[in-house]
């Protein structure tokens, strides 16, 4: 087992145990819920440094704890999976106590960071970060784990709508849905690997409950959810033409990402996974972005 890494050469080793680089998925959907938040509120899309800069804080310390969060409840399993046992925690490259400082470390900066937007997103603080933390939980007892993956990300635009505005309202609730469905159809997806292995451990998960080709089709199902849902909510916020270029172009995504996968080829998970859905976030985005600038 390799030894536990200090100092700044820790650094390297976090950002991978926390997959930073997989904060494309969600952080672009909050910055959607900030922008259209603060048309709402004030009539332009642009809250101000301070309110941004918090949203950014509060999302990254909140996805961060979540992942520290689930490679402690995981090292074990971790240790025993081929795919995983390379990890932080089971290749001895971070320690238990190490993990569990930067755990507790990232829920103290969310926490701080949510009640410093307003008293709403302060108060919603620790129920946002249960959600988060649940995915963890709910693969050892239910194959809907998926939708709870999906949950912890969908919140991110409702998060930040919060964060700018101080209040819960409809208009954002259709891009939570949206988040929702996409991600656990993209999580189906990525968890068609571990099929087997879930089997012989007792994990749940949708590949290990009703077969990978039923959960591949509910996959598809839920990214057509999913892409209605993104157009409900633009209808709903008046957005204009750009917007729902950028719909189109990731319902495109979603159907590319879907004809490379198939229950006896996973040789295309990857890029499914990380470099499709991230150009599905991002780009949504972008065209988000322009279609905020033009008005």
């Known amino acids: 087992m390799a030894t536990a890494v200090r100092g700044t050469q820790a650094l390297r080793v976090y950002l991978e145990m926390i997959k930073f680089e997989h904060s494309i998925f969600a952080l672009p959907f909050a910055m959607i819920g900030m922008m259209w938040g603060s048309r709402e509120l004030s009539g332009t899309p642009w809250p101000g440094w301070a309110k941004f800069a918090l949203i950014v804080v509060a999302m990254v310390t909140c996805r961060s704890a979540a992942m520290a969060f689930n490679r402690i409840a995981d090292r074990d ?8 046992k390379m990890r932080a925690i089971p290749a001895g490259l971070l320690s238990l106590r190490q993990v569990n400082v930067f755990f507790f470390a990232s829920c103290i900066l969310f926490v701080a960071a949510a009640f410093a937007l307003n008293p709403l997103a302060g108060a919603l603080s620790p129920v946002a970060l249960l959600v988060t933390l ?11 784990c998926h939708l709870v993956l999906g949950l912890s990300l969908g919140i991110a635009p409702a998060a930040a709508w919060i964060g700018v505005t101080g209040k819960l309202q409809l208009p954002i609730l259709p891009i939570v849905g949206a988040v929702i469905g996409w991600t656990a159809g993209f999580d189906i997806i990525y968890s068609l690997q ?15 409950t009703i077969g990978g080709a039923n959960a591949l089709l509910l996959s598809r199902v839920l990214h057509l959810v999913a ?6 909510g633009g209808l709903l916020v008046h957005a204009g033409g750009w917007y729902f270029v950028g ?9 590319y990402e879907q004809s490379l996968v198939k229950p006896a080829d996973l040789s295309r998970v990857n ?16 065209f988000a972005l322009v279609d905020q600038v033009v008005r």
Do not use: H, M
């Open 271 to 286: 890029l499914a996974f990380f470099t499709l859905n991230g150009f599905v976030s991002l780009g949504l985005f972008l």
């Open 77 to 84: 399993i971790d240790a025993v999976n081929p795919r995983t």
């Open 247 to 255: 719909v189109y172009c990731a319902g495109a995504l979603l159907i």
């Open 134 to 144: 649940g995915y963890s939980v709910a693969k050892r007892f239910t194959p809907l």
């Open 194 to 208: 571990d099929e087997q292995f879930d089997r012989d451990t007792g994990l749940r998960s949708l590949p290990q």
């Open 227 to 232: 892409v209605g849902c993104l157009i409900w």
